[in-house]
Structures are given as C-alpha cells and as structure tokens.
C-alpha cells in the first residue's frame, strides 16, 4: 500500500484519461497472509493510511478477498477516509447479504458489487464448466435477489450503483445482467 506509487501509477492516470467521466476507483486485494499484515486492525490502520494519502477527488472501492479482513476495523477505515467497500460474491468472503449488513454504512456514498464466482467453484472449475459462455449452467437466484434488494436500496436513498458481473457467476454475464434486470423489475 505504497500511497505515492498509486497515486502516480494509478490515480493520476485514471483522472487525466477519464476526467468527468471516471467512475469509482476499485483497489482489490487478493487473499493475503492475516498475520503478514499485521492481523485485521494493523491492516486496517494501513489501508486507511493508504486511501487517505490519495489524492480527493476518485470514489475509491476495495475489494477484500479475506474474510478475516472483513472486521468492524476494516469498515471503520472506509468511513473514515471516505472511501466504500466493493461487496463482492466470492468463495473466500461472507455472503453479500451478510457483507451487506455489516458494512452498509460503508457504501453510503455509492453501492459497488462484484459478482465473481459461483458459491460452489474456484476461478479455474468454472472457467472450465462455463466456457464458452454462452448460456447460465448454475443459476444462483440467492445472490440475484440479494444483489436486487442491494440495488433498490441504493435506488431509494439516490445513491449510484455499480454491478460487476464475471462470467464464472452463473455461466454467461450478459444473461446474469438480463436475469438481475428482470429480477429488480419484478421486485419494484
């Protein structure tokens, strides 16, 4: 979490490029040794250090891939340095409706998910279930609907909502998005 490489390898060329028309700035980190950071709050302290270091402007996201990360630290380090967390539905995380419920406030300003992997496959299994894509083979209604419930949420309170969706979610992305669309329709 090197503030000053980020903010010149990163940010300034996301906002030179984009300007206006950036959206939010998404700093994933992939599963990580507990104890190589220093353990849940050390990590915490150093995230809020990095994001606050960064200059104002970007929405900045994180995306955790540790569950352990995943505290009332890591959430307070987002709020503090006016950042948002990047729900996402991965195998190595909470569910989303429990990371939502924890970390709502943590989205205030903008709702960003990332729905990346069926519950029961690695990246690498449903790569190879899934290919070529083309047709949804594990429908995954549970985190459609809470994916939904997430959206209408933002939708009542005005703020703007970002939805990822990986191929390796359900089997195609496009059809997971046309299915979520129908979804949120049928909810309203």
């Given at each position: 979490?090197?503030?000053?490489?980020?903010?010149?390898h990163?940010v300034?060329?996301?906002?030179?490029?984009?300007?206006?028309?950036?959206?939010?700035?998404?700093?994933?980190?992939?599963?990580?040794?507990?104890?190589?950071?220093?353990?849940?709050?050390?990590?915490?302290?150093?995230?809020?250090?990095?994001?606050?270091?960064?200059?104002?402007?970007?929405?900045?996201?994180?995306?955790?891939?540790?569950?352990e990360?995943?505290?009332?630290?890591?959430?307070?380090?987002?709020?503090?340095?006016?950042?948002?967390?990047?729900?996402?539905?991965?195998?190595?995380?909470?569910p989303?409706?429990?990371?939502?419920?924890?970390?709502?406030?943590?989205?205030?300003?903008?709702?960003?998910?990332?729905?990346m992997l069926?519950?029961s496959?690695?990246?690498?299994?449903?790569?190879?279930?899934?290919?070529?894509?083309?047709?949804?083979?594990?429908?995954?209604?549970?985190?459609?609907?809470?994916?939904?419930?997430?959206?209408?949420?933002?939708?009542?309170?005005?703020?703007?909502?970002?939805?990822?969706?990986?191929?390796k979610?359900?089997?195609?992305?496009?059809?997971?998005?046309?299915?979520?669309?129908?979804?949120?329709?049928?909810?309203q």
């Open positions: 979490m090197d503030a000053g490489y980020a903010t010149d990163v300034s060329p996301f906002i030179e490029g984009l300007q206006d028309k950036a959206g939010p700035l998404l700093f994933q980190f992939p599963p990580l040794s507990v104890d190589a950071v220093g353990g849940p709050q050390r990590f915490a302290e150093r995230l809020y250090a990095f994001l606050d270091a960064l200059p104002r402007g970007p929405l900045y996201a994180v995306e955790l891939r540790n569950q990360l995943f505290t009332s630290f890591y959430i307070d380090a987002l709020i503090a340095a006016d950042a948002v967390h990047c729900f996402n539905v991965h195998p190595a995380m909470p989303i409706d429990e990371q939502f419920d924890a970390a709502k406030t943590a989205a205030a300003k903008a709702l960003i998910v990332r729905w069926h519950p496959h690695r990246y690498e299994a449903a790569r190879q279930r899934y290919e070529p894509f083309d047709r949804l083979i594990d429908e995954d209604p549970e985190n459609r609907q809470a994916i939904a419930r997430m959206c209408l949420d933002a939708a009542v309170s005005e703020r703007p909502a970002v939805i990822i969706v990986n191929n979610a359900e089997g195609s992305s496009p059809l997971t998005i046309q299915k979520l669309t129908e979804t949120l329709v049928h909810m």
